[in-house]
């Protein structure tokens, strides 16, 4: 049964830019000057003004912005045997921009994210379920359907320092299947307490195009056909046997941090097996620049199959997209998968991190108006 919420015209992918106030208060937290609950007070202020921006704007999903968050992958963090969120508390206080040392916005920051590793310190298990934790404040302070976001299993599975985590864990398909279980129950723990949309983020499926990553790979002398299937089979298995309960996206993108990406690579060789696999209702894919390359492998999605959003509008940049040539680029697409199949969107969220992408947030929410203009216009 197709959810009600498959087809929606428009979508985010679920940060937005902070107010200055919250970016203050989590410095101020960082450095002791204020506690959690104060720290918790601001967040609720903020994202209660932000819930007000988005429904007046009639947004058909609303998002918290992740405001909780010091980071976007801080979803995985309240586990035991994992430490993301100490040392992402460590890292945000020895450099709050987010921009490493040498790195310059709108520049391609690998170094800073293919060295990021975490040693699991024990074996997983849940302490607190953070995702479930914002869905609950924001359900109570939004009328309009809500989204939860959780970082993909592959993707903390790319983060685990395997060869770091003995005895705990072996190998990566022991850790992978220990991050599955953790997260199914994230998930199934959300649908309980009524959320509509839960959505995985996956920027690793653009690792198995990326030239650099594929030569990590091989000099690892691992298979990249294999770790792409296995990745889809863990993205499936998180959500396995709760269709209909909720709409579930899965947004690949190429690395979003401080406008900066940190992956290349089109979709044509992922496209074929990628979308003839994933069990998702909307894939949200990053197609603002020429590095995701052209709409052909949108022909492998299956007829009256998932929606795809298309991430035309970047949130890199503050400078706004044109409306003509956004229908444009919807119309090209439509020539490889029906257009009813199709929904726009940014590429990804403004802010993956406390400080954002390098744009105001009236040039952020410009392209959010100019998204529900298009869409009115392509779709009525």
């Avoid at 428009?10 to 208060?25: C, E, H, K, N």
């Avoid at 864990?169 to 991050?179: H, I, K």
């Avoid at 492998?300 to 956004?326: C, F, M, Q, W, Y």
């Avoid at 990804?348 to 298009?374: H, P, T, Y």
Wanted: aromatic share 8%; charged share 25%; with cysteine.
């Amino acid at each position: 049964m197709t959810h009600p919420l498959t087809r929606l015209r428009t979508d985010q992918v679920g940060s937005l830019l902070r107010p200055d106030a919250l970016i203050r208060a989590f410095l101020d937290r960082g450095r002791g000057v204020i506690d959690d609950a104060a720290l918790d007070a601001a967040a609720d202020t903020a994202i209660r003004d932000l819930v007000a921006k988005q429904e007046a704007r009639g947004m058909a999903v609303v998002t918290d912005g992740e405001y909780r968050r010091l980071n976007w992958q801080v979803s995985f963090s309240e586990v035991a045997g994992w430490d993301l969120w100490r040392g992402s508390w460590q890292g945000f206080l020895a450099n709050p921009s987010l921009v490493g040392a040498g790195e310059k916005p709108l520049s391609r920051g690998r170094d800073a994210v293919e060295s990021f590793k975490v040693p699991a310190t024990g074996r997983l298990a849940l302490t607190r379920n953070f995702p479930l934790r914002e869905y609950r404040f924001l359900q109570s302070v939004a009328t309009a359907p809500t989204k939860a976001m959780l970082m993909g299993p592959d993707r903390v599975a790319q983060m685990c320092d395997i060869a770091g985590s003995a005895p705990h864990y072996a190998s990566t398909d022991d850790f992978l299947a220990d991050v599955v279980a953790i997260q199914r129950r994230m998930v199934g723990e959300l649908l309980d307490a009524g959320c509509p949309y839960v959505q995985l983020d996956e920027p690793s499926y653009t690792g198995y195009v990326d030239r650099d990553t594929l030569a990590r790979m091989a000099a690892r002398g691992e298979d990249p056909l294999a770790n792409l299937k296995r990745a889809v089979a863990a993205s499936n298995a998180v959500i396995d046997g709760y269709a209909g309960r909720a709409c579930f996206g899965l947004h690949i993108c190429r690395g979003n941090r401080a406008s900066m990406w940190h992956r290349e690579g089109t979709y044509d060789g992922i496209a074929e097996y990628l979308f003839a696999n994933l069990k998702f209702d909307r894939l949200l894919l990053e197609y603002d620049t020429a590095r995701a390359g052209g709409f052909e492998p949108l022909r492998h999605v299956p007829r009256g199959g998932p929606t795809v959003v298309l991430g035309l509008i970047t949130t890199k940049t503050g400078e706004l997209e044109s409306a003509d040539a956004l229908c444009r680029r919807i119309d090209d697409a439509s020539r490889f998968i029906d257009l009813d199949q199709l929904a726009l969107s940014p590429q990804c969220g403004f802010a993956s991190g406390i400080s954002g992408n390098q744009l105001s947030e009236d040039a952020q929410w410009r392209k959010i108006d100019r998204m529900a203009e298009v869409a009115r216009r392509v779709w009525g």
